[in-house]
Antibody
């Protein structure tokens, strides 16, 4: 059974760095073709893709947030990390991690974590 | 503003059919990237209900179907049930973004 779970702080102060962890179970990011993406949803707004990392370490970022985002994976293949620097109240959102599998025509997010709600406030 | 557009809302009575459109551009849907659909019930994680334009993952009812043509795609929900209420998102890959793009989401109300 494949599961993902996000963890991290619920409250972050403006200008600080947000660090989130995605823990994978039942699948490893060491397996060929597997990838993990981060998606967020601010209150009342649609889903927004943030970043993605593949099994081989290749990473992609949303152009609008590229300068502030960093994604990495544990060598063990069971954790993915996301950092967002210089946060602002507009970064308040539910953050999800989700699993992709090999596709040449644009993979889907097949499995999602339950999400973690992050508030940015002083 | 999303590069992939959806109607903000659709509605239908129980038993009726609802259609949600998804309009992209030549850098995403029109570039032959697959379209995927998600159901998002507030307070829960989004759930993949259609992958690769028209495939239903295991466990998704047959009344969910979808298609893609040119730069657009459509999700059809036949025989609406109260439990279908929620937000629906289409998603594709975009060569200009070099990443994933979601539609703006459509709120489905079962009257």
């Amino acid at each position: 059974q494949i599961t993902l779970k996000e963890s991290g702080p619920t409250l972050v102060r403006p200008t600080q760095t947000l660090s989130l962890t995605c823990t994978l179970s039942g699948v490893s990011l060491s397996a060929t073709g597997v990838g993990v993406g981060w998606i967020r949803q601010p209150p009342g707004k649609p889903l927004e893709w943030l970043a993605h990392i593949y099994w081989d370490g290749d990473d992609l970022y949303s152009p609008s947030l590229r300068r502030r985002l960093s994604i990495a994976k544990a060598t063990s293949g069971d954790h993915v990390f996301l950092t967002l620097t210089n946060v602002d109240p507009l970064d308040s959102a539910t953050y999800y991690c989700a699993l992709t599998r090999a596709s040449l025509t644009g993979p889907s997010f097949d499995f999602w974590g339950p999400g973690t709600l992050v508030s940015v406030s002083s | 503003q999303s590069v992939v557009t959806q109607p903000p809302s659709v509605s239908g009575a129980p038993g009726q059919r609802a259609t949600i459109s998804c309009t992209g551009t030549d850098s995403n849907i029109g570039a032959h990237y697959d379209v995927h659909w998600y159901q998002h019930i507030p307070g829960t994680a989004p759930k993949l209900i259609i992958s690769t334009n028209s495939d239903r993952p295991s466990g998704v009812p047959e009344r969910f179907s979808a298609s893609k043509s040119g730069t657009s795609a459509s999700l059809v929900i036949s025989g609406l049930q109260a439990e279908d209420e929620g937000d629906y998102y289409c998603q594709s890959y975009d060569s200009n973004v070099r990443g994933w793009v979601f539609g703006g989401g459509t709120k489905l109300t079962v009257l």
